[in-house]
């Protein structure tokens, strides 16, 4: 019995001739239950009246440059619960799969594997009655060189467009930044990130500069997608301004940056708009504690830092006594506060619309953990998809507007009144959005810089 079963290591190459992906390195695993595939850009559709899904693959580790476009059957739509605690929608495809000189027809999930350390993960359905696992060994079914691969793939690379984008953040392996430097390298541009304190800057009326480390000059760039985290602002958006008087294009402004980061500012800005939000209150004396929380509908309610971020510097006080001691504690530190009544009815859950120029493209619920009022996914959170209704995408799209950003994301909480916005977001993060939603954010960000320059779509050549 055990001659007719192939013997493989913990670490093989495989190929999926159906899909056009000649080589691709595959962790075999007997302790998952399902395969996955890496995936981008996967888009359902109808073939034949059947349901089909198309999608790109970089099908090697760490090269954003080979991409290959594939169609495969669609059997099934999962939601999946990710190792870090996702909750994902993927969809299932049906396809062959080729070890050696062996083939068969296996199903396997397709989600985003960039943090992973392989490209595929050959699971124990795959190989129910087919194979056997040496754990300690390797590749017994060959090894495949990296000039071989590029015999394989010579027909798979993007081809560049001219654009030169800089992506100005803090940390360039946080998983918003990585997405967005692949989705622009995988689109054919010349991608940089440039780390905001490395920069600084020469003010000049005739020749403004940036300079980085080292005293190189940050010139001929075409655009730039500033990701400015709420610690530097400041700093931030003065080298967004600079690059702005350079004439580079930034997918959002200095000045919309900087109003959506004063939340009493901003707050008031979309009720200039018509906006709907909960209602708030804010004083400067402790004196006037008490009339602040009648204000608001007593308590419960919530108090919130202004300069706070990702739930941080938000408590409920569900007594008035509490809320006084919150309130006053903050004050006797002269920290700037917001108070706010609790919307009880929304249980812990709100929604995320991410709008890029003047679209909502996805959409999530996000609902705070146990023992939790925080819906944040830094908080604990967790994400599930949700469809918004017309009134909440409008909502989102008007407040995004508002606040001048072309990229947004916009929490909405439901209430008995109905929707409400509850703040909006410069540098919004996108694993927890991505991954609930399969959908390519970062490949949206990048085609709103190419639609400001009126570039054409990129095609991904195929070398199926």
């Known amino acids: 019995m055990f001659q007719s079963k192939i013997i493989l290591g913990s670490e093989e190459w ?64 999962r939601i999946v619960k990710s190792s870090s605690g996702f909750r994902e929608q993927r969809y299932v495809i049906q396809t062959k799969i080729m070890l050696g000189t062996e083939s068969w027809t296996i199903q396997m999930t397709l989600t985003n594997r960039d943090s992973m350390g392989f490209r595929m993960l050959l699971g124990r359905e795959a190989m129910s009655g087919r194979i056997l696992v040496d754990p300690e060994e390797k590749y017994l079914l060959g090894q495949t060189t990296t000039e071989n691969l590029k015999d394989l793939y010579v027909d798979a690379i993007a081809k560049k467009s001219g ?20 989705a622009g390298e995988m689109r054919g541009h010349e991608m940089h990130f440039l780390n905001i304190k490395e920069c600084y800057m020469k003010l000049d009326a005739d020749q403004p500069e940036i300079h980085y480390r080292g005293g190189k000059v940050l010139d001929n760039f075409d655009a730039v997608i500033p990701r400015i985290r709420p610690s530097i602002t400041f700093y931030g958006c003065a080298l967004t301004r600079q690059f702005e008087a350079m004439k580079v294009f930034c997918l959002n402004s200095a000045a919309a940056i900087t109003q959506s980061r004063d939340k009493l500012f901003s707050l008031q800005l979309l009720l200039r708009n018509g906006i709907d939000i909960p209602t708030t209150g804010f004083a400067n004396s402790p004196l006037d504690t008490d009339d602040l929380i009648k204000m608001v509908g007593g308590s419960p309610l919530i108090v919130k830092l202004l300069e706070g971020t990702q739930g941080k510097g938000v408590v409920l006080a569900e007594t008035k006594k509490a809320a006084e001691s919150v309130i006053n504690a903050f004050k006797s530190l002269n920290a700037n506060i917001l108070v706010q009544e609790f919307i009880k009815e929304a249980n812990g859950k709100d929604l995320r619309l991410f709008v890029v120029d003047g679209k909502v493209v996805a959409a999530i619920q996000r609902e705070a953990a146990a023992g939790e009022f925080r819906a944040n996914i830094h908080m604990g959170g967790t994400a599930s ?76 050549e195929s070398v199926s």
Not at 167 to 181: D, Q, T, V, W
Request: charged share 25%.
């Open 14 to 77: 495989c190929s999926f001739p159906e899909l056009g992906i000649p080589a691709i390195k595959a962790r075999v695993d007997s302790g998952a239950k399902t395969s996955a595939l890496h995936a981008i850009n996967i888009v359902p559709f109808l073939k034949d009246n059947e349901k089909w899904v198309k999608f790109d693959i970089n099908p090697i580790q760490n090269n954003l440059k080979t991409v290959i476009h594939c169609e495969a059957l669609m059997i099934d739509k």
């Open 163 to 182: 654009l030169r984008i800089g992506l100005l953040a803090s940390n360039p392996e946080l998983y918003s930044n990585k997405r967005i430097m692949e």
């Open 385 to 460: 998809i949700i469809k918004p209704t017309v009134e909440e995408k409008k909502i989102a799209i008007k407040a995004a507007k508002a606040m001048d950003l072309r990229v947004a994301g916009v929490d909405i909480i439901r209430s008995s009144k109905g929707p409400l916005l509850l703040e909006v977001n410069s540098s919004p993060g996108l694993e927890g959005i991505e991954g609930a939603t399969n959908k390519d954010i970062a490949g949206e960000m990048i085609k709103a810089i190419e639609k400001n320059f009126k570039m054409k779509p990129t095609n991904h």
